[in-house]
């Protein structure tokens, strides 16, 4: 076939175009907001019979659907722990399954290690400290592996000891990130090529301010398209429970605060566009990546929180936490 040379001017003209087109495309990041500002939905499952209470909530996306972790309290004294069968839309959480565990994996932490191939599920109030199970299915909320421990220390000061763990690694190193409920973050780290494992007895405390200022429910994220890391730490404030959060450059590395107020906080009662509840409170930023790495996209921030109806009060186990999704508003 012979071409003539507007032809061919046409053509390269074109694939100049596609090949710009694709640049933009590649190149398209964005940067965390220095003020955040959310939709909320309502109050997304109510807890089946026998449970008071959806909380603590740990997600990713499975084969293109939600997958979400989470702790339960019945109506007595009695913590427990569940899975929701996998859900396309956060509006089929109503109907999802609730999968009790026969084990308790309380304020459970859920993640792909992937130099392993293996699913990890972190979580408190084991035989140590902290503790872990691993799978291949994570869909299957009794087929996890025999608990081995993930961190065997102790902390002073603090009426809770350890909880509330989160875990994630960079290219070298794997780290537990943790609170006690006494103003005080806490990590220790260990070598990827050890990991799973246990990351021993010593911690080191890397942030420090009143308690309902770091209170629990320490969570660390990657920030995609940046070299940049993202902690959001639950508070208490005047207005319920909050998030704040803080930003740093490496993981083993000083963290300074970002949007760390209960007036301009991550994520609260004065910016979460939510009626239903005051608190926004123990949750995790929606992984579409559910590897170690803890990654989150900044162009699609969403955050599964716990809240409970703002008449609500009593014994805290008891409180009727639910489960519901703050989306950034950009």
Request: glycine share 10%; aromatic share 12%; hydrophobic share 35%.
């Amino acid at each position: 076939m012979r071409l003539l040379k507007t032809d061919v001017s046409t053509a390269l003209t074109g694939i100049v175009w596609l090949l710009a087109s694709a640049t933009v495309v590649v190149a398209q990041t964005c940067t965390l907001p220095s003020t955040y500002r959310w939709t909320s939905t309502a109050a997304l499952a109510n807890p089946k019979s026998g449970w008071a209470s959806l909380k603590d909530f740990t997600s990713v996306m499975y084969n293109g659907q939600h997958l979400v972790y989470g702790t339960t309290h019945n109506s007595g004294a009695g913590w427990g722990s569940m899975n929701f069968g996998l859900f396309s839309n956060w509006t089929e959480m109503a109907t999802a399954s609730q999968n009790a565990m026969s084990a308790g994996t309380v304020a459970p932490t859920l993640f792909f290690f992937e130099p392993k191939n293996i699913w990890v599920l972190a979580f408190q109030w084991g035989p140590t400290a902290f503790s872990y199970k691993t799978s291949s299915d994570p869909t299957n909320a009794n087929g996890w592996s025999a608990t081995q421990p993930l961190f065997s220390g102790t902390i002073s000061g603090s009426s809770t000891g350890c909880i509330d763990q989160t875990v994630i690694g960079d290219n070298t190193t794997m780290y537990l990130f943790f609170t006690g409920d006494n103003g005080k973050v806490y990590r220790t780290s260990m070598p990827i090529g050890n990991f799973p494992g246990n990351f021993g007895t010593s911690s080191t405390v890397i942030m420090t301010d009143t308690t309902n200022n770091l209170f629990e429910a320490v969570q660390v994220y990657t920030v995609q398209g940046q070299n940049k890391y993202l902690m959001i730490v639950e508070a208490i404030g005047s207005n319920g429970r909050y998030f704040r959060s803080f930003t740093a450059d490496s993981l083993g590395g000083t963290w300074t605060p970002q949007a760390a107020t209960e007036s301009q906080p991550f994520a609260g009662k004065v910016n979460s566009g939510a009626t239903w509840t005051n608190d926004i409170s123990h949750g995790d930023i929606v992984r579409t990546n559910p590897d170690q790495t803890m990654t989150i996209d900044p162009c699609n921030l969403q955050l599964l929180y716990q809240g409970r109806a703002t008449s609500s009060g009593g014994e805290y186990g008891l409180l009727p936490y639910r489960p519901g999704v703050l989306t950034l508003q950009v």
